[in-house]
Nanobody, 119 residues
Framework: QVRLVESGGGLVQAGGSLRLSCAAS????????MGWYRQAPGKQREIVARILSILWGGGTNYADSVKGRFTISRDNAKNAMYLQMNSLKPEDTAVYYC??????????WGQGTQVTVSS
């Protein structure tokens, strides 16, 4: 069972920055697809960004709403993933979740970290 723990959320003013971290208890390294999702109150969970498995090219995808402002990265040696969030907007307010999907299709979620952006 893979455990994912997010950290780095908090309260920030619009225009500010935050860096989220996700620590995995174990992982398949670059063979896993990892991503960040978010869920705002009353809304469905949506994908923010993800890094594809090296088997699928290893590229990155971003939601249109965060392109140019957020950057996803990973450190396979540390079983960690990060999300650098710049130029934050009030509409970025949500609980952010770390996700890991193995090449066999197993999927794991973290408990989430709250990000609140004040106007």
């Amino acid at each position: 069972q893979v455990r994912l723990v997010e950290s780095g959320g908090g309260l920030v003013q619009a225009g500010g920055s935050l860096r989220l971290s996700c620590a995995a208890s174990e992982s398949g390294g670059s063979r896993d697809t990892m991503g960040w999702y978010r869920q705002a109150p009353g809304k469905q969970r949506e994908i923010v960004a993800r890094i594809l498995s090296i088997l699928w090219g290893g590229g990155t995808n971003y939601a249109d709403s965060v392109k140019g402002r957020f950057t996803i990265s990973r450190d396979n040696a540390k079983n960690a993933m990060y999300l650098q969030m710049n130029s934050l907007k009030p509409e970025d307010t949500a609980v952010y979740y770390c996700n890991l999907r193995t090449i066999s299709g197993r999927e794991y979620w973290g408990q989430g970290t709250q990000v609140t952006v004040s106007s």
